[in-house]
């Protein structure tokens, strides 16, 4: 049996290694990518006025819109009193993603930000889709992350020591042997110790992955109804004259900043279709996304539109399956944890990442050895039986 599974290990091994060496990779880079950008992007930052008050998003999109002539603002976030307004310019055909900068006391533009000319955002890409078209590299990604889950279950069956004695070389490295039995340390024993770490990162990878996937888990869980975000509809019905989104986007805001007046970040959609609702979230705890609660409101009477699924509702109101959902991004991330939960991800992505390296080396040493093997016993026939 075990030779069985250690076939299998090898193969589906070589099969998604590559893959996932770069998806591992590039999730370390993407570890500390908030605190990065806070220390290198200067101009997401504001220093307020004494006694000063923000403006309302209809004074920050026509500052921002000038600043984009020809596109239409799609959304505000409003951060902390510290932090510049971000307005997001975002379209699908012709595809397009900026963010404006403004300051929210006086409208000023800060800076425009472009996803094309961003490090982080390619780097992004090659996580999620290997900077392949994505309907193809969020394919080739989730199979080889959920090859890699059935990989880290084999790993263990074959790392599994038949006795104390063998259990003794399972959790610590040979320092002081050959290269060759270091590297073969390396992979069992990293790869013991990183499994729980990179069996949750695969797991919860695999719900952006897989439609199928991340329904199951959603309906196993105790939910009801899709577990994709959907956006209510308003109805047009009720428009009367002439109506402008953006006085009832105002409205909307000002009645969320009374009604939080403590938050981590207020964000509010601009509607562009008659269809649309004013979609709304307020976050509670800087640096996450699942301590949030999401509003969605009717641009024409403005009252609140009642939804449901794990985007929808107060999160002190969420039951577990929305919760959970609601916490899979800053799980993976691991800034669930904060800081140390970050630190964590980030070396079990080192690990990861190091485990197909450590691999192939092992596969390629036993393959030479036996092709050494082969050819030495061939030497050592007799010249009448060589001939033959």
């Known amino acids: 049996m075990k030779k069985l599974i250690g076939k299998l290990h090898l193969y589906l091994g070589l099969v998604s290694g590559i893959v996932v060496f770069m998806v591992a990779i590039t999730g370390c880079i993407l570890a500390f990518e908030q605190e990065i950008k806070n220390v290198t992007q200067p101009y997401r930052f504001v220093e307020p006025p004494a006694n000063a008050k923000v403006l309302p998003p209809s004074v920050l999109q026509a500052s921002a819109e000038k600043a984009l002539p020809g596109k239409k603002a799609n959304s505000?976030?409003?951060?902390?009193?510290?932090?510049?307004?971000?307005?997001?310019?975002?379209?699908?055909?012709?595809?397009?993603?900026?963010?404006?900068?403004?300051?929210?006391?006086?409208?000023?533009?800060?800076?425009?930000?472009?996803?094309?000319?961003?490090?982080?955002?390619?780097?992004?890409?090659?996580?999620?889709?290997?900077?392949?078209?994505?309907?193809?590299?969020?394919?080739?990604?989730?199979?080889?992350?959920?090859?890699?889950?059935?990989?880290?279950?084999?790993?263990?069956?074959?790392?599994?020591?038949?006795?104390?004695?063998?259990?003794?070389?399972?959790?610590?490295?040979?320092?002081?042997?050959?290269?060759?039995?270091?590297?073969?340390?390396?992979?069992?024993v990293f790869g013991f110790y990183v499994l729980s770490i990179g069996f949750l990162l695969g797991f919860t990878g695999l719900v952006w992955g897989f439609k199928w996937f991340s329904q199951g888990l959603y309906t196993v869980t105790g939910g009801k109804g899709p577990a994709e975000y959907y956006s209510p509809a308003s109805d047009s019905t009720l428009q009367v004259g002439t109506f402008t989104p953006i006085t009832a986007v105002d409205k909307v805001w000002s009645s969320l900043m009374k009604e939080y007046p403590k938050n981590e970040g207020l964000n509010i959609s601009i509607p562009h279709l008659k269809s649309e609702s004013i979609f709304s979230f307020v976050n509670f705890r800087a640096g996450t996304y699942y301590t949030v609660d999401y509003n969605y409101f009717d641009q024409y009477s403005l009252k609140q539109i009642k939804t449901t699924g794990p985007y929808s509702g107060r999160y002190k109101d969420a039951d577990f399956a929305n919760k959970l959902r609601r916490m899979n991004y800053d799980i993976h991330v691991g800034a669930i944890l904060g800081l140390p939960g970050k630190i964590i991800v980030f070396l079990a992505s080192l690990i990861c990442a190091s485990l197909p390296v450590t691999g192939t080396i092992i596969w390629w040493g036993r393959r030479n050895k036996q092709s050494r093997k082969v050819k030495k016993s061939f030497r050592s026939l007799k010249p009448d039986l060589v001939t033959r």
Not at 155 to 166: E, F, I, M, R, Y
């Open 76 to 188: 505000i976030l409003y951060g902390v009193p510290t932090r510049n307004a971000e307005i997001g310019f975002y379209n699908a055909v012709p595809e397009y993603y900026y963010v404006v900068y403004v300051n929210p006391y006086t409208a000023e533009v800060k800076h425009v930000w472009n996803e094309d000319d961003d490090f982080f955002h390619f780097i992004l890409h090659g996580h999620y889709y290997l900077w392949l078209p994505a309907e193809i590299g969020q394919t080739v990604v989730a199979s080889s992350t959920l090859i890699f889950l059935v990989m880290l279950i084999s790993g263990l069956v074959l790392w599994w020591p038949k006795n104390k004695s063998a259990a003794k070389q399972r959790f610590s490295i040979k320092w002081d042997a050959a290269w060759r039995r270091k590297n073969y340390d390396l992979h069992n």
